[in-house]
């Protein structure tokens, strides 16, 4: 059964940091490229960053640039997200998704499964 688990989500101080894991099974995780998207309450599920299926590239949107750093360990069928100076506007649902494509992208509908999700509040 193919399966995409989010963990390491949780309360954090502004400024402060979490390093987010997506772990997978039940399909070829070195096949597919992998993205990390987020949704806040009353928005549209947006795309934060992405890796290629070899790890070799790596994209990131504005909002995260420069905070944040994604990568992978395809012996472990892991990514990671490393997310640094966060901020209160971050707060969101976070999830991790697969898509077979060779290239990644921020784009939803580019991603065939993904995961449940994993809170990140960010609050003093």
């Known amino acids: 059964q193919l399966q995409l688990v989010e963990s390491g989500g949780g309360l954090v101080q502004p400024g402060g940091s979490l390093r987010l894991s997506c772990a997978a099974s039940?399909?070829?995780?070195?096949?597919?490229?992998i993205g990390w998207f987020r949704q806040a309450p009353g928005k549209q599920r947006e795309g934060g960053s992405c890796?290629?299926?070899?790890?070799?590239?790596?994209n990131y949107a504005d909002s995260v640039k420069g905070r944040s750093t994604i990568s992978r360990d395809n012996d472990k069928n892991t990514v990671y997200l490393q997310m640094n100076s966060l901020e209160p506007e971050d707060t969101a649902v976070y999830y991790c998704?697969?898509?077979?494509?060779?290239?990644?992208?921020?784009?939803?509908?580019?991603?065939?499964?993904w995961g449940q999700g994993t809170q990140v509040t960010v609050s003093s």
């Open positions: 039940g399909f070829t995780f070195n096949y597919h490229a």
């Open positions: 890796i290629i299926r070899s790890g070799g590239s790596t």
């Open positions: 998704a697969a898509s077979y494509n060779y290239y990644c992208s921020g784009y939803v509908n580019d991603y065939n499964h």
